[in-house]
């Protein structure tokens, strides 16, 4: 609840979303050809990434961004499609005065949710050895400020806690259980270890919660109609896209290196613009005849956030 000025009502296509039966997968993406293609792939939502937000610019998942890097991003991200974005917000980048400015810079730029956890910044991946835990009482507090921040009901808080690779799953599920009676919306138990741990999590956390499906991570479960057995409402899958592009251009740069030869693509130019709402814009150009004989006309318009031709 906000303590400070009523919630103001705005439409949740998110919260929809986890209101209906069934899970809601949200594959990760940093940039917004990812999360176009998230979106073109059929999938209600997308995840902005932090460890890829964090390697695309050049850096490992070590919490060496700042919250304007990663609030600028999630904006970018956001304006480039129509489904809602769930964005990492590592530790809130502060105490509580500054994680009340990170809710409201990410709310503003139409993030759907945000997720807050309570490492000690520097941060480190979850899925890493070495992390430490600020005290139950301190991320309770730091969600507390999260919840009070927001301006609407429309954008959600996501608790994280780290504390099963540091305290074990008991404090874990203790703190997600916290944050949940304090406001939060979901619960986010980073890396349970084995199935048994996974499976628990939803049994015994008294609210919706999270699975975060890592490849090659501390969590065994890789399977989303599992997850969604096991009772989990929300599945980010963070490490997809950024995994496929390394091997896809390591593979690409090879073949260039050893042949010399440019590979074929499988669309014109024109087709891949199309997919980034060239047609729109082109409609844009006629409309004020800004080069508007050099546009072929004919050319099948598929709108800023359609899926790309023989795709539903």
Same mark, same amino acid.
């Given at each position: 609840?906000?303590?400070?000025?009523?919630?103001?009502?705005?439409?949740?296509?998110?919260?929809?979303?986890?209101?209906?039966?069934?899970?809601?997968?949200?594959?990760?993406?940093?940039?917004?050809?990812?999360?176009?293609?998230?979106?073109?792939?059929?999938?209600?939502?997308?995840?902005?990434?932090?460890?890829?937000?964090?390697?695309?610019?050049?850096?490992?998942?070590?919490?060496?961004?700042?919250?304007?890097?990663?609030?600028?991003?999630?904006?970018?991200?956001?304006?480039?499609?129509?489904?809602? %974005?769930?964005?990492?917000?590592?530790?809130?980048?502060?105490?509580?005065?500054?994680?009340?400015?990170?809710?409201?810079?990410?709310?503003?730029?139409?993030?759907?949710?945000?997720?807050?956890?309570? @490492?000690?910044?520097?941060?480190?991946?979850?899925?890493?050895?070495?992390?430490?835990?600020? $005290?139950? $009482?301190?991320?309770?507090?730091?969600?507390?400020?999260?919840?009070?921040?927001?301006?609407?009901?429309?954008?959600?808080?996501?608790?994280?806690?780290?504390?099963? /690779?540091?305290?074990?799953?008991?404090?874990?599920?203790?703190?997600?259980?916290?944050? %949940?009676?304090?406001?939060?919306?979901?619960?986010?138990?980073?890396?349970? @270890?084995?199935?048994?741990?996974?499976?628990?999590?939803?049994?015994?956390?008294?609210?919706?919660?999270?699975?975060?499906?890592? $490849?090659?991570?501390?969590?065994?479960?890789?399977?989303?109609? @599992?997850?969604?057995?096991? *009772?989990?409402?929300?599945?980010?899958?963070?490490?997809? %896209?950024?995994? /496929?592009?390394?091997?896809?251009?390591?593979?690409?740069?090879?073949?260039?290196?050893?042949?010399?030869?440019?590979?074929?693509?499988?669309?014109?130019?024109?087709?891949?613009?199309?997919?980034?709402?060239?047609?729109?814009?082109?409609?844009?150009?006629?409309?004020?005849?800004?080069?508007?004989?050099?546009?072929?006309?004919?050319?099948?318009?598929?709108?800023?956030?359609?899926?790309?031709? *023989?795709?539903?």
């Amino acid at each position: 609840m906000n303590t400070t000025s009523p919630l103001s009502p705005r439409p949740s296509p998110l919260r929809e979303l986890l209101a209906a039966p069934g899970l809601v997968v949200a594959p990760g993406a940093y940039d917004a050809i990812g999360a176009r293609l998230v979106e073109q792939a059929g999938f209600s939502a997308v995840y902005m990434t932090g460890a890829g937000t964090s390697m695309a610019r050049g850096y490992p998942d070590f919490g060496l961004l700042t919250q304007t890097e990663m609030v600028d991003n999630a904006a970018v991200m956001a304006g480039a499609v129509g489904i809602p %974005l769930v964005a990492d917000a590592d530790t809130g980048y502060g105490n509580e005065l500054n994680i009340t400015r990170t809710v409201r810079e990410y709310e503003a730029r139409g993030v759907a949710a945000i997720h807050l956890e309570d @490492q000690v910044s520097p941060k480190r991946c979850g899925h890493l050895d070495g992390k430490e835990v600020v $005290a139950r $009482a301190d991320f309770v507090s730091r969600i507390r400020a999260a919840v009070e921040a927001r301006r609407s009901d429309g954008f959600l808080v996501i608790a994280r806690t780290d504390a099963r /690779a540091v305290h074990g799953l008991d404090e874990a599920i203790d703190r997600a259980n916290a944050a %949940l009676d304090v406001g939060a919306d979901i619960a986010f138990v980073e890396a349970p @270890q084995t199935h048994r741990e996974a499976a628990q999590v939803p049994q015994r956390v008294r609210g919706a919660c999270l699975l975060n499906i890592v $490849a090659g991570g501390r969590t065994p479960v890789l399977d989303t109609a @599992q997850a969604e057995a096991m *009772g989990y409402k929300l599945a980010l899958v963070p490490g997809l %896209l950024v995994s /496929a592009m390394i091997e896809a251009a390591d593979a690409a740069l090879n073949a260039l290196r050893s042949t010399r030869i440019v590979p074929p693509v499988g669309a014109s130019v024109g087709e891949t613009f199309r997919r980034f709402g060239a047609d729109d814009w082109d409609r844009l150009r006629r409309r004020f005849n800004a080069g508007a004989d050099a546009i072929d006309a004919q050319a099948p318009a598929v709108g800023l956030h359609a899926a790309p031709r *023989g795709h539903a």
